[in-house]
């Protein structure tokens, strides 16, 4: 599932590709086409990410709520090119640009103003990828969950908006924590590690389209033939290859149903848990 930073620039890539212009519309799943007369005219003010949802705002001030889920696709290409063969939920298309959701099937119909009652949207905790969230709102709002583990929390949107399953387990890495602790038992240096580890691997990743390793690392492997989903990673999809910082074997476990990835050595993780035992 596409996490935080790729909702955001899908959200990015549409609003530059139509906001603001005169548009075509074809409103095709049903329970969008009720719309299609009132917005006829309107215009997209504009397009923004809340989590793993989209507002896209018309001039009408009616404001579309999608989520993508697992098999929605927001697609920017040209007006002339063929449409893929899934199935196409609207079509918003200028002279020049063409937005396409694919597949996706959660819809609502809110008002601008209202966007936050949501219940969706209610429930989210700050944004991690919001330009106004600092390393120390994500510390505080870290502090209030001292009974979820590290690697439960930074899957919940009710804790933080915007990270998901990679993230958790680079973040984890790259703060040096074992994904398993407390965030109850961390100290102050160790919660604000992870939170400057939150805020800045997410916004690394928003930049680079996905890589959340240093771009000097990244380059060095890319040179030595590594394809980009080899490169990008610390720990994530890396299970049984060696770490990059230790050299220590790259472990995968599964936690709250997902995958999750650890360098033993990197975040002392001990002692081993149950999900790690083999
Ligand atoms: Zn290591």
């Not at 899957?155 to 915007?162: F, I």
């Not at 690392?217 to 890319?222: E, G, I």
Request: aromatic content about 8%; glycine content about 6%; hydrophobic content about 40%.
């Amino acid at each position: 599932m596409p996490e935080g930073p790729e909702i955001r620039r899908a959200a990015q890539a549409v609003h530059r590709g139509i906001a603001g212009k005169p548009l075509r519309m074809t409103l095709a799943h049903p329970v969008l086409a009720p719309m299609e007369r009132a917005l006829r005219g309107a215009i997209v003010e504009a397009v923004s990410a809340r989590s793993k949802a989209m507002l896209t705002r018309f001039s009408t001030g009616d404001v579309l709520y999608s989520h993508n889920q697992l098999y929605g696709e927001w697609v920017v290409d040209r007006p002339d090119e063929p449409l893929r063969s899934r199935a196409i939920r609207l079509v918003l298309e200028t002279t020049s640009k063409r937005a396409v959701l694919y597949s996706a099937t959660d819809f609502a119909w809110l008002r601008h103003g209202d966007e936050d009652a949501h219940p969706y949207i209610a429930k989210l905790g700050p944004e991690v990828l919001d330009d106004a969230t600092t390393v120390r709102d994500i510390a505080a709002r870290l502090a209030q969950f001292p009974r979820r583990r590290i690697a439960e929390a930074l899957l919940d949107q009710q804790v933080l908006a915007g990270l998901g399953n990679y993230l958790r387990s680079e973040i984890a890495f790259a703060a040096k924590l074992n994904p398993w602790r407390r965030l109850g038992e961390l100290g102050e240096a160790e919660r604000h590690r992870l939170a400057k580890t939150v805020h800045d691997i997410t916004r690394r990743s928003f930049r680079t389209e996905g890589v959340c390793v240093p771009t000097a690392l990244y380059r060095a492997q890319r040179q030595q033939g590594a394809n980009f989903e080899a490169a990008r990673f610390f720990v994530f999809d890396r299970d049984q290859r060696p770490c990059r910082e230790c050299g220590a074997t790259i472990e995968r476990a599964t936690l709250g149903g997902r995958k999750l990835f650890v360098c033993v050595a990197c975040q002392d993780v001990f002692p081993l848990p149950d999900e790690l035992r083999h």
